[in-house]
């Protein structure tokens, strides 16, 4: 089935720890970004990319690495996690960042205690 | 800044009434909207979109929403509401620097 797929689905860290969330397209789609989404907060972009090797920031980069080496994987990387990071985070991809539907996957609660 | 604002929280209606879910935005030219869907656990879905041309749009599930220019709205609205419309519901913008602007959501319950 196309579309976007994020791992795990589910993931507890302890402070400090270092992990990986996936993401993965197979719609080639040039435009990918990863988003978190908090209670009353709406969802708030981390990091985003327009093609495989370029990468920016979003709103809110602080604590996340981000890396496109590929146009389908866009992974986003907690280097030493806190306890703020406990969220909702979403992967979304579309063809364009122009006017375009942005595909979302199914989203990955972390938890860090 | 560009921003979105979703006045309404949480918003409870009865099966088969109407409803109206109220989003504004800032942004200083024509803007791309969205309305999104979220059920619970789940991802985000579409609803609708808004590019340009008429300024009424529809979209899945019975939903349509309305282009306002001058009170810089883009209200969702439906005639009948059906108890699995229960959901949270987000409306978004696109500027022209690419980066999608959500606004803080709206949480529909549905009274049987």
């Known amino acids: 089935n196309a579309g976007v797929t994020q791992t795990p689905k589910f993931q507890v860290l302890k402070t400090g720890q270092s992990m990986t969330l996936q993401c993965a397209q197979d719609?080639?789609?040039?435009?990918m970004s990863w988003y978190r989404q908090d209670p009353g907060m709406g969802l708030r972009l981390i990091h985003y990319?327009?093609?495989?090797?370029?990468?920016d920031q979003g709103e809110v980069p602080n604590g996340y690495n981000v890396s496109r080496s590929t146009t389908e994987d866009f992974p986003l990387r907690l280097l030493s996690a806190a306890p703020s990071q406990t969220s909702v985070y979403f992967c979304?991809?579309?063809?364009?960042?122009?006017?375009?539907?942005?595909?979302f996957g199914s989203g990955t609660r972390l938890t860090v205690v | 800044a560009q921003s979105v604002t979703q006045p309404d929280i949480h918003i409870t209606v009865s099966e088969g009434a109407s409803l109206e879910l109220r989003c504004n935005y800032s942004?200083?030219?024509?803007?791309?909207l969205f309305w999104y869907v979220q059920s619970p656990g789940q991802g985000l879905q579409l609803l609708l979109k808004?590019?340009?041309?008429?300024?009424l749009v529809q979209g899945i599930k019975g939903f349509e929403a309305e282009f306002k220019r001058s009170q810089s709205s883009f209200n969702l609205r439906k005639p009948s509401v059906h108890w699995s419309d229960a959901a949270e519901y987000f409306c978004?913008?696109?500027?022209?620097?690419?980066?999608?602007?959500f606004g803080q959501g709206t949480t529909l319950q549905v009274k049987p």
């Open positions: 979304a991809s579309s063809y364009s960042d122009r006017p375009a539907e942005r595909i």
């Open positions: 719609m080639n789609h040039e435009y």
């Open positions: 990319s327009v093609g495989a090797g370029i990468t």
């Open positions: 942004y200083g030219a024509t803007p791309y």
């Open positions: 808004y590019f340009s041309g008429d300024t």
């Open positions: 978004a913008v696109l500027p022209n620097t690419g980066k999608l602007i």
